[in-house]
């Protein structure tokens, strides 16, 4: 009897550029930077070594340049033990890149050069898909082609694969492709967008996610950061609070969740323990400068979920 426990993570794969500063710099301003450091990063490859460091089986789906910078993220993703089957080099484009700035609170500001992520192919997904029979869960992000993410989610329909779309960076056009998510996490921002309400409350979040969800979701959680998030299932919803810690760089906190949000899925837990755990997760996420160096390890969270 095959386990379907199995993940594929479908993403990108960006080396990520760091700048600590004093405050984020307003168009047109130039601002005295801090320390700077590169740390490997996109969301797909932070969300997969996230699953794996929590004990998840994943497989991961993405396009990397055939440079210095991809060359590193295989080495790194073989040391997490990832399954890079599904992981193609690209002879003409680069590997991603993300210029990111953090301020002395933590906050960040995102700009990405996709590169070899704007290449990869619905192909690409399903030729991975037909040679894993056990998936049974697939987290994907919107930093990859759409024609990919549409191809992937209708293949996973078909398959009785449970989808989970991180709405990031948010696009409406997923809105066309609602009926095939069965849990969609968009932060604040995207959960606005979305739903084209504004969202200052916890209220206003629950109200926001019913819109999202009358649009064709199988359920929502949306995260609001230090205030935890919001879940809404076919017959309620709830608050699942986030724990108070010292914010340090909120670069990888929502791939954090997600990653964790899904382990505890293939596990069997309910969504509601499910976002708990995700909460715990990025948590200690947030405490932590970087983004796949910052992920933390199963035994961390089980700690900080008990405490």
């Not at 080396?15 to 168009?27: Q, S």
């Not at 210029?99 to 399903?126: K, M």
């Not at 017959?235 to 505890?264: P, Q």
């Amino acid at each position: 009897m095959i386990e379907n426990n199995k993940i594929i993570v479908v993403g990108s794969t960006n080396m990520d550029m760091v700048v600590k500063t004093g405050h984020i710099p307003v168009p047109g301003e130039t601002v005295l930077g801090g320390d700077f450091f590169m740390n490997p990063g996109g969301k797909g490859a932070n969300q997969a070594v996230a699953i794996a460091r929590l004990g998840g089986k994943v497989v991961f789906v993405s396009r990397i340049g055939d440079d210095v910078f991809g060359k590193q993220s295989v080495q790194l993703f073989e040391e997490e033990g990832i399954d890079i089957s599904g992981l193609t080099p690209d002879g003409e484009e680069p590997s991603g890149v993300a210029l990111i700035t953090v301020d002395e609170v933590g906050e960040n500001s995102i700009v990405v050069a996709p590169g070899a992520n704007a290449r990869l192919l619905p192909g690409d997904v399903l030729q991975v898909l037909k040679k894993h029979e056990d998936i049974g869960y697939m987290l994907i992000q919107l930093e990859i082609p759409m024609d990919t993410v549409k191809e992937a989610l209708g293949y996973a329909r078909s398959r009785g694969i449970q989808v989970i779309l991180n709405p990031a960076p948010v696009n409406k056009k997923v809105m066309d492709l609602f009926e095939y998510i069965d849990v969609i996490t968009p932060n604040v921002k995207e959960a606005e967008m979305l739903s084209g309400r504004n969202i200052q409350s916890i209220e206003d979040a629950v109200e926001a996610a019913q819109v999202i969800r009358e649009k064709g979701v199988g359920k929502v959680v949306i995260t609001l950061g230090k205030n935890g998030a919001v879940v809404l299932d076919e017959v309620s919803w709830s608050h699942i609070a986030a724990r108070e810690v010292a914010t340090v760089d909120t670069t990888a906190a929502g791939d954090a969740f997600n990653g964790a949000l899904v382990v505890a899925l293939s596990e069997g837990k309910a969504l509601e323990d499910a976002v708990s755990f995700a909460c715990d997760a990025a948590a200690i996420v947030v405490t932590r400068m970087g983004a796949q160096s910052a992920m933390p390890y199963r035994k961390e969270v089980i700690l900080n979920h008990i405490k």
